[in-house]
């Protein structure tokens, strides 16, 4: 074909880039994606603060660029979206949604739905059936108001039209979901695996009704319909079984499973994704439901599945699915929806499409045994529409089911159910709600219920003071350094099992949803997922004999220490000790407030601040010959790692329960080896006295001297000398307490504060 010579030099020869040209597509389109893209990372950059999911900002954009808004702005859609152009962004966009969904297939997790048979099918089921019934009764009212009278659409069944509807009405968006999921941190939460279970149901259960509805669309006699329907089951088939069966033993051969996917491995499941595809969509049904399929298939074992998936994402969740969505947002028009009845059908829309699924949700999940708020916090989150039902509306309004004002109508209520789902689950299911629920459960298991201790402890209570378990988090390097410290000394002369915490970042990756999915089982959680920070701590605690569990847990980058707060599995008599540098405690002051106000019963809170990321010493530098090739940086100073030398101060005069559990890892710490000089600053008080005699691993330790003070010489520590890094300070954290706290850390010390 041939090519103008304006359009081969360029705009230097006076070519307007934005003229659309049929020899050369490109060029618009680079220019609409980069005004897609850029635009949508705009308008989720507020709403990301709401916790709000990335579809909705993408949807948003498309309306803005639609004849909703931008629109309205002369020759704005004829430069920058015309008619002509957008058969091109459509191919794109539409390759882009089967890779979405055949993604969506891979976040199935089928093993998890088979361990949870009765809440998948019970909640899932019955989740759907109450707003799919409301649907039937609302597709009367729009039926007649809006499809039977449209003479622009080709003529349908009301029957097609009613399931259509109905489906729309009781999808449940899973991806948008098991991400809200995730950063509430509800993966391993009842609430969270009973809205997984269901959510996968519903969404297996929701692509069939899809299918089925679009078949209806596409088939005149009914007899096609059921050979159609009957085609589809064959080759649902087909995949799940031989095909499966096929694909791991080819796998299994290439030694993918093992070492990864290969470019090849990921070539021969791409192109079966693209295959199934292509199949249902020649005989009837649309292309997104064989990608679909596909996905479901793929290996999970060694995380073969979260590798695959971070190979082609990025691509896919940046440029391609943005484009879909905003597609789906410029057939959004909202001008059209000028009369008083069509927002009444609004209104009417949204509220059948959340009571439904929040009633449904609600009623299943209690008969499951869930409380009443848990209940209805599983209806709340499973009225998440999000990034299917976007899919859903798109692909019933190109197979001319319903009208662009019917469409317009569910893409609001779409964006309000998809808005509101975040909120209403911290409205109805607070942490402070979560954490009285865990005491519940709790104190059910407990075949020996333990009296409550009185406000004024005794010397006996000390006995009854003891430490389970101890909790490190292993977030980084220097975490694990400090770690490594309370190991030595503090695990290994007590004997302490050892549980490693690490907390990973929630970013927009599919890929980090599959992992977190995939971590939900508790029994997954003991040495299975280990990363290599993880991997340090159980040597060690291998080397020295000491049982190790590990945790993976995913948080939002600001949320991180209330995931550690609440999001761990802890059990009574856990020892939480959360670490950290001196350089990190003056970055994170209100660490200390946190933690003073964290609800975890019968847990003991403890903050470690060391100095172990401090340089080498003065001496060491000057060892070092300034022409030498070795990095003073490379040096730390030995002391940063030990602790000779104990201080345990008491500033109040009267003995509490976190004074007892000061004075108890006090007389731990203490056995070990190096420590060669113990003190206890107190003020006169007989009861602590008395708690110290009673005590014999204190009373009969000739290296404990407990010296006494008056009401105000705790003021004496400011004038001692300077410390050497490896003197260690155990102090009960009050806030008449915070300069002593300030004072220390500003002066080296390694810091125990107990909360």
């Known amino acids: 074909m041939a090519v103008s010579t304006s359009s081969a030099a360029g705009i230097i020869a006076g070519m307007n880039p934005l003229e659309y040209s049929s020899s050369q597509p490109y060029t618009l389109f680079i220019f609409q994606t980069i005004f897609v893209v850029v635009l949508a990372q705009l308008v989720h950059k507020p709403l990301s603060i709401l916790k709000q999911p990335k579809v909705i900002a993408e949807v948003i954009t498309g309306i803005l660029l639609g004849p909703s808004v931008m629109g309205h702005i002369p020759r704005f859609t004829s430069l920058v979206f015309p008619t002509s152009s957008i058969p091109g962004l459509t191919l794109v966009a539409n390759v882009g949604v089967c890779l979405l969904l055949f993604m969506v297939g891979c976040e199935v997790d089928v093993e998890f739905i088979k361990k ?29 108001e809006y499809r039977v009278n449209d003479d622009d659409l080709q003529p349908i069944k009301f029957t097609t039209f009613m399931v259509f509807i109905a489906v729309a009405m009781c999808i ?73 069966f096929l694909l791991r033993k080819v796998l299994f051969k290439l030694d993918e499973i093992h070492t990864g996917p290969s470019q090849l491995g990921t070539t021969i499941i791409l192109m079966l994704m693209f295959a199934s595809a292509f199949f249902t969509d020649i005989i009837g049904v649309h292309p997104i439901f064989g990608a679909f399929i596909v996905g479901t298939i793929v290996p999970r074992e060694n995380n073969y599945v979260i590798i695959l998936t971070e190979k082609i994402e990025d691509l896919v969740n940046i440029v391609f699915v943005p484009l879909y969505f905003a597609l789906a947002g410029l057939s959004v028009n909202l ?15 949204v509220v059948v ?64 159910a998809t808005f509101l789902t975040t909120p209403l689950t911290l409205c109805c299911y607070p942490q402070s709600y979560r954490d009285s629920v865990q005491r519940r459960l709790a104190e059910k298991e407990e075949s020996v219920s333990v009296p409550a201790s009185d406000s004024s402890l005794q010397p006996d209570e000390y006995q009854q003071i003891e430490f389970k378990r101890l909790i490190l988090n292993a977030n980084n390097l220097e975490n694990i350094t400090t770690d490594l410290i309370l190991l030595d000394h503090l695990a290994i002369p007590a004997k302490l099992p050892i549980h490693g915490v690490h907390i990973k970042s929630l970013t927009p990756r599919t890929a980090d949803l599959l992992y977190a999915s995939m971590l939900k089982d508790e029994e997954r959680t003991e040495n299975t997922h280990l990363n290599a920070i993880l991997s340090i701590l159980k040597i060690f605690s291998d080397l020295n004999s000491i049982q190790f569990t590990s945790e993976i847990l995913y948080s939002l980058p600001q949320d991180q220490f209330k ?44 903050l470690f601040v060391n100095n172990n990321q401090e340089l080498a010493s003065k001496a060491y530098n000057e060892s070092v010959d300034d022409k030498s090739l070795i990095s003073t940086d490379t040096f730390l100073n030995p002391n940063s790692f030990e602790i000779s030398t104990l201080l345990l101060v008491f500033t109040s005069s009267k003995m509490s329960q976190r004074d007892m559990v000061a004075l108890k890892l006090f007389s731990v710490l203490i056995l070990h080896r190096r420590i060669s ?79």
């Open 116 to 144: 949870n048979l009765k809440i998948a099918f019970s909640v899932g089921i019955f989740n759907m059936a109450v707003p799919f019934g409301l649907g039937c009764a609302i597709a009367v009212g729009l039926w007649n």
């Open 172 to 244: 449940t968006a899973f991806p948008v979901l098991a991400r809200i999921i995730t950063e509430l941190g509800l993966v391993k939460d009842r609430v969270g695996v009973v809205v997984l279970a269901a959510g996968i149901t519903n969404d297996l259960i929701g692509w069939i009704l899809l299918a089925l509805s679009i078949t209806l669309a596409n088939s005149s006699k009914s007899e096609i319909t059921a050979y159609i329907c009957l085609v589809v089951i064959g080759w649902c088939l087909f995949v799940v079984y031989p095909l499966r």
């Open 335 to 349: 001008g059209l929806l000028n009369r008083g009845i069509d927002w009444a059908y609004i209104v009417c829309i």
């Open 353 to 416: 499409a959340m009571v439904g699924k929040i009633f449904g949700g609600f009623v299943a999940a209690k008969f499951c045994g869930l409380y009443k708020r848990e209940s209805l916090s599983v209806g709340v989150l499973m009225s998440c529409k999000g990034i299917v039902e976007i899919v859903v509306l798109n692909t019933g309004l190109n197979a001319g089911i319903i009208s662009q004002k019917t469409f317009s109508m569910f893409i609001v209520m779409a964006l309000i």
């Open 563 to 606: 995931t550690l707060l609440s999001g761990v599995t802890y059990f009574k008599h856990d020892l939480l000790v959360l670490t950290m540098s001196i350089k990190d405690f003056e970055k994170n002051r209100q660490v200390m407030a946190e933690l003073r106000k964290a609800d975890i019963i019968d847990v003991h809170r403890c």
């Open 677 to 755: 000089t113990a003190q206890i600053l107190v003020e006169e008080s007989n009861e602590i006295r008395a708690i110290i005699l009673n005590d014999p691993l204190l009373a009969q330790n000739p290296n404990i001297s407990v010296s006494a003070m008056g009401p105000n010489e705790i003021e004496k520590l400011y004038d001692r000398s300077a410390p050497s890094m490896n003197n260690l300070v155990i102090i009960t954290n009050e806030k008449s307490s915070d300069p002593l706290v300030d004072h220390l850390v500003d002066q080296n010390y390694k810091l125990l504060l107990v909360y």
